[in-house]
């Protein structure tokens, strides 16, 4: 049993929204700040967002910023992705992931090496395609 599973991916057309949703387990969520993390075919890791434990502050990727917006819910051990205003380019593979005591530089710098977090999922296909 996985520690995260994302879900509500799939098929959109450009302009169109999505939700992501990430159930944590099997750890304690509400310590953790999470990431949201995208992976498109041939290309590398990227980082979308991400959010501290508390919920309060949010980070986001120039390229997602305005469109998408991250948060959680503690009492539902989940993190979410609403995403908007879809675009081709934002097909990719989205994975959650959790990390402890992260800075706004480890975040934007660091968010998209596999190394920085303790957990993530298997991920939720995105398409974006009319």
């Known amino acids: 049993e996985e520690n995260l599973a994302e879900s509500g991916g799939g098929l959109v057309q450009p302009g169109g929204s999505l939700r992501l949703s990430c159930a944590a387990s099997r750890f304690t969520f509400s310590n953790f700040d999470m990431s949201w993390v995208r992976q498109a075919p041939g290309k590398g890791l990227e980082w979308v967002s991400g959010?501290?434990?508390?919920?309060?502050?949010?980070y986001y990727a120039d390229s997602v910023k305005g469109r998408f917006t991250i948060s959680r819910d503690n009492a539902k051990d989940t993190l979410y992705l609403q995403m908007n205003s879809l675009k081709p380019e934002d097909t990719a593979m989205y994975y959650c992931?959790?990390?402890?005591?992260?800075?706004?530089?480890?975040?934007?710098?660091?968010?998209?090496?596999?190394?920085?977090?303790?957990?993530r999922g298997q991920g939720t296909q995105v398409t974006v395609s009319s």
């Open positions: 959010i501290k434990s508390g919920g309060t502050t949010t």
């Open positions: 992931a959790a990390l402890l005591g992260a800075t706004e530089g480890d975040f934007v710098k660091y968010g998209g090496n596999w190394d920085l977090y303790m957990y």
